[in-house]
């Protein structure tokens, strides 16, 4: 089990930009597959976007050309940008960490997008 832990969240207004960041406790974190995902009040969790371990990502439709993930091996550590953020964009967000059969959660933090 890897502990993730996400910093970076708050409160901005829209059109604004946050860096969210995702500290992963492993020594093998350059073979996972890691993803930040989201979830808004009464709705499901989904996909926000994912970087596998030789740095093919893939995004959300409604946060192509907003967003972005990246990852740094050597800091254990993956990097949500987040630009143009709408208020559509509020939710929790949530890193994952996934490798053959095992998946660990961050305890997740708050985005909001509100004037």
């Known amino acids: 089990q890897v502990q993730l832990v996400e910093s970076g969240g708050g409160l901005v207004q829209p059109g604004g930009s946050l860096r969210l960041s995702c500290a992963a406790s492993?020594?093998?974190?350059?073979?996972?597959?890691m993803a930040w995902y989201r979830q808004a009040p009464g709705k499901e969790r989904e996909l926000v976007a994912a970087i596998t371990s030789g740095g093919i990502t893939n995004y959300l439709d409604s946060v192509k050309g907003r967003f972005s993930i990246s990852r740094d091996n050597a800091k254990n550590t993956v990097y949500l940008q987040m630009n143009s953020l709408k208020p559509e964009d509020t939710a929790v967000y949530y890193c994952n960490a996934h490798w053959t059969n095992s998946a660990s959660w961050g305890q997740g933090t708050q985005v909001t997008v509100s004037s």
């Open positions: 492993t020594s093998i974190f350059s073979l996972y597959t």
